[in-house]
């Protein structure tokens, strides 16, 4: 796909970090934006990622091949709307939000069906701003595509692979498959972590709470610190499936809760194992997805350790997918999970730090 112009209707932290990833992979893309704050476009300028200083009028998206809608949801359906007239007749018109089914019936309606494809990259941070983009952000990351039936095959293989090129792995879903996927896996999560934080707030009176919270209360309710506009507009678009899963979360408490009312031991282990089981087989791929190959390492928390154990992997002409550091050690005896791009990769690195006296543990699902 062949694209001079792409547009960005807001410029955060999804929307910086594809304009990022673009112009590392295709550095003489002209890319224009508008935000809602002009200091953010002038920032972006003055870091040239973007060609204009200013905020674009509407007129200004005619030039461009893609545009991405980068807002909160119903933000980008007004856009959507804003840029009918506007847009050359084969301008792909895509968005990043975390709902489809109201950007959808807005396409749809508008007779854009042909024009517009859905996007959702499965990457993120509870930081926000475009201070905190990265051109690696979608680097390895799923990136659901929904487009229409009536959509040409053709121009959806085009953009599908504009954004494979981009280093993210795209997944086809009907809107209604992703809403209620991203409902189960990201929007309910975000209610219960945020429902969390707000009990332990009203019931923390002396800070005992906030002073003592470890890795594990931290771990499950990081997501409680996105951006509350963005997070109000998803429950909004997307109520019905929150909703419905709100009522099913309840049913799951209730079970936990008349187990321990009870007292009824086997019961408890049965929940926490059904759990515990599913939870585990999540870095089991699906066939056809990418596969992960994850390996964790106990480490000593001072300086240069982490260093010291790439410098080996390097030394031993290990490749490296993916670092992290799990700073919970409440349920992980390693605190460096290590990924990798193969098995082989994995089985060589578990060999070298195993002779370098580190003590390594390939998760068992």
Sequence with gaps: MKTKTIGFVGLGLIGGSIAKAILKIYPNTRILATASRESTIETAFEERLIDNNGLLKIHQF??????????????????????????????????????????????????????????????????????????????????????????????????????KSLGAIPIQLTPEEHDDATATVSHLPHVVAASLVNLVNDNDEKSICKTIAAGGFKDITRIASGSPTMWQHIFLSNKDAVLKLIDDFKEELSQFENAIAKQDSDEIIKLWT????????????????ARFFELYCDIDDKPGTIVGVLQLLSNADISIKNIGIIHNREFEPGVLRLEFYTQDSLDKAKTVLTHNNYYVRQRTN
């Design 62 to 163: 005619g030039q461009c091949d893609i545009i991405f809608l980068c807002s909160p949801v119903k933000v980008n359906c007004e856009y959507l709307e804003k840029l009918k007239d506007v847009v050359k007749p084969d301008c792909i018109i895509t968005d990043v939000g975390s709902v489809k089914g109201d950007i959808t019936a807005v396409a749809r309606s508008l007779g854009m069906t042909n024009q517009f494809i859905g996007g959702h990259p499965m990457t993120g941070s509870e930081l926000t701003g475009l201070e905190h983009s990265s051109a690696s952000l979608l680097e390895n990351a799923y990136y659901i595509l929904t487009a229409d039936p009536e959509m040409n095959k053709e121009t959806y293989g085009q953009f599908s692979d504009y954004i």
């Design 274 to 289: 059904k759990a515990k089981d599913y939870r585990d087989s999540l870095t089991i791929p699906d066939k056809g997805h």
